[in-house]
């Protein structure tokens, strides 16, 4: 037997056991192999996983290449540089900034259009959500954008608190907080924390628009309930989120079967606004 007439199968064991660089290797050994690769979700082909820590570009440096830390490196093994570098990726990263990551793919978000969107850095792939433009107004916030003369956007304000206006970047950077996906595929969910009070909201790749997430009730009468972090558990496929008052509700990939796990626990008093609360699962 050849070895590019190796079964999927075995292709798929030996695989389970490499870094990403050697799986890329891995692929370029023959077309079949590589076919293999580029088809990896369809032959459920995965290679090891291995932590990568994304490191910012210079300030004020305009780039189209990604660098990231490979933490499984260590110095002591011979020359290799544990940095690695993804160029010429263009309109896929310029003007965008990561909000996260699943599975080794990116969550971008572009300051202009408000669009998010998945991006892999090994294949270049992309998965688009709808722009934040999308959603809902509510009680609490309806964003307008202020044009210049060249209709460029100038700044943004907030028609419902005259007090906030900000330029396009520093509006993107302070208005949007944290985003997570439950999978990096055209079926997954998005929940986005967003807005100065903090609120929820959801999407899937295939939706038109955003739709307001699951809400509490303030937890006293001159504070707003107030969301600081989500996550998606894999196992019991339910997102959770924490309020800035310890509340911790969770709910599913609709955002229905809504459920406080957790009541707030902190006096609204004494709660240091600088504090944020975080949700961590220890295996």
């Known amino acids: 037997m050849a070895w590019s007439d190796l079964p999927i199968d075995l292709l798929c064991c030996i695989s389970s056991h490499l870094h990403v660089l050697d799986f890329l290797r891995f692929s370029a050994v023959c077309t079949s192999w590589n076919f293999g690769l580029a088809n990896n979700a369809l032959f459920r082909i995965k ?3 291995s932590p990568w820590l994304c490191l910012p570009s210079n300030v004020g440096e305009v780039s189209d290449t990604l660098t990231f830390c490979d933490l499984t490196m260590k110095k002591e093994e011979g020359d290799i540089d544990c940095c690695l570098r993804f160029s010429s990726l263009g309109s896929h990263i310029f003007g965008r900034r990561c909000f996260g990551s699943k599975d080794g793919w990116l969550v971008t978000l572009d300051q202009i259009d408000l669009q998010h969107r998945l991006f892999n850095p090994l294949t270049k792939a992309e998965i688009s959500l709808p722009s934040l433009f999308t959603i809902p107004e509510d009680q609490w916030h309806r964003i307008e954008p202020q044009y ?6 100038e700044f943004y304000y907030d028609e419902k608190q005259p007090s906030f206006a900000a330029d396009a970047k520093s509006f993107r950077d302070l208005y949007f907080q944290k985003i997570v996906i439950s999978s990096n595929d ?3 969910t998005a929940v986005i924390v967003y807005g100065l009070s903090k609120l929820l909201a959801m999407a899937k790749p295939c939706d038109h628009a955003w739709v307001l997430g699951p809400q509490l009730l303030p937890y006293h009468i001159d504070q707003s309930e107030e969301f600081e972090d989500v996550y998606f558990h894999e196992e019991e496929q339910l997102f959770y989120a924490i309020t800035h008052f310890s509340a911790v509700l969770a709910f599913d990939l609709d955002g229905n079967n809504v459920k406080l796990v957790c009541q707030a626990i902190q006096d609204p008093l004494p ?5 944020r ?7």
């Open 186 to 188: 055209p079926f997954g």
């Open 148 to 153: 210049a003369l060249d209709s460029h956007v």
């Open 271 to 275: 709660t240091d606004s600088s504090c």
């Open 277 to 283: 609360n975080y949700i961590a699962f220890l295996s």
């Open 47 to 49: 290679c090891r996983a």
